[in-house]
Every structure is written in structure tokens, then in C-alpha cells.
């Protein structure tokens, strides 16, 4: 039996699809009403900052609103138990897993964070962000949520690359597996000869790549998978 003392688990949105906020296949949701372009890239903003920042003022207010569930909470738990090492990376920017105390790493970035277009300073936002927003560091007109849209690089990559070089086990909970560098991810942790693991409500794009997979609602896997990890 494999000994299991690094584990690194990266959640996409289908983990808080339970504590109602919706991922970019929901029919009616924020996302069912725009186009990526128009709100999720670079030239978004440029083109229509007001509509951008329409859209992530009601994704932010919608995520404040929201409370984690038994799949946050139950990865809070193993972060807290686990004697080894774990290492928990997130494509959500809801903050839910902090608000069940968990740490992430925020690899697409926050809603609750802002960032300076002109010069990097990072803070945090409020509620609803305005366009000309000046940069509380270098007073730029230039302020604008701290998420990585298409087109940009995710956050964090070295750290995550390095984890994932390094694990016993890799287990993707809620992913599309659709979005790259993240779908990439269980092919990094395979060349490390670590264990793999899909939990998802449905196959993935990527499912083909796990060892193992686990269906149905991350409300009632993930507790059920942290409680034999911890036992």
C-alpha cells in the first residue's frame, strides 16, 4: 500500500455549485449572461471597464452572500488533521474555503482583492468597485478586480508545480478539467508517480488521466474521502 504524506488537491467551481454559486455551465446564471470575452480578458476591461466591473461588483456581493459546505468544510478538517503535508490549490476566487478555515492557494486570484493595473499593489477591495478607481500606492485612475482572466498567467505556479512534483497523491475535486495550466495538473503529479484521484458529480475532460474516480455531489464524496484519509 502506498505511504500517502504530501497531498495536493486542486477544487474548481463545481465544489461551490452547492453553496449556490454557479459554474460557467450553469443554464441562468451571472456567467449564462455574458460572454467570456466581454468580461474576462484583459481587452474586456480596456474595451468596457463599467460592464467588467458591473459583473465581478455582482459576483463579489454573491460570493459575501454565500456560506462553505460540508465539502469545505471536510477539506478544512484534513488540512487541520492530516500529519503530512497538505497542499490545497483552488481555480474558485469565492474565498469559501478561507471562510471554512482553510488556507488555498488562490491561483486564479479573489474577488475580495483588487488589483493596480499600472503597478501590481494588490488590496482589499470593496464591495463594489468603480471605474477610474484610483491605486491607494501609486494613485493611478487604474484599479481592477484581482482575477486572472483569459489570456493572463495564473498565480502561484512555481509553488504549485513544485507541490505537484513532490505528492503522494493528487486529487481534483469540482474541475471541468477544461482549463488549462489546471487541467494539466494530474499529468504533472502522474510524472512524479503519485497517486491520482477525480472527485466529480461527472466525468471531466480529463478523466481519462485519473486512477481512480469518485461520483456524485462534493457535499457528500469529499467528507466521506477525508474521513478515510484521516483514519
Known sequence: MRRIDRIVILTGAGISAES???TFRDEGGLWAQHRIEDVATPE??????????????AR???????????AHQALARLQSDFAGDITLVTQNVDGLHEKAGAQAIHMH?????????????????????EV???CPACSAPSARPDIVWFGEMPYHMDRIIEALHTCDLFAA?????QVYPAAGFVEEARMAAAATVELNLRDSDMSHAFEDHITGPASKTVPTWVDRLLS
Open 44 to 57: 474586456a476591461f480596456i474595451r468596457d471597464p463599467a460592464l467588467v466591473h458591473r459583473f465581478y461588483n
Open 173 to 177: 475535486i469540482g474541475t471541468s478539467g
Open 132 to 134: 477610474g478607481e484610483a
Open 109 to 129: 486570484g479573489e474577488l475580495s482583492r483588487a488589483l493596480c493595473a499600472t503597478c501590481g499593489h494588490r488590496w482589499d477591495a470593496p464591495p463594489e468597485m
Open 20 to 22: 449556490g454559486l454557479g
Open 60 to 70: 463579489r456581493i454573491q460570493a459575501a452572500d454565500a456560506q462553505p459546505n460540508a
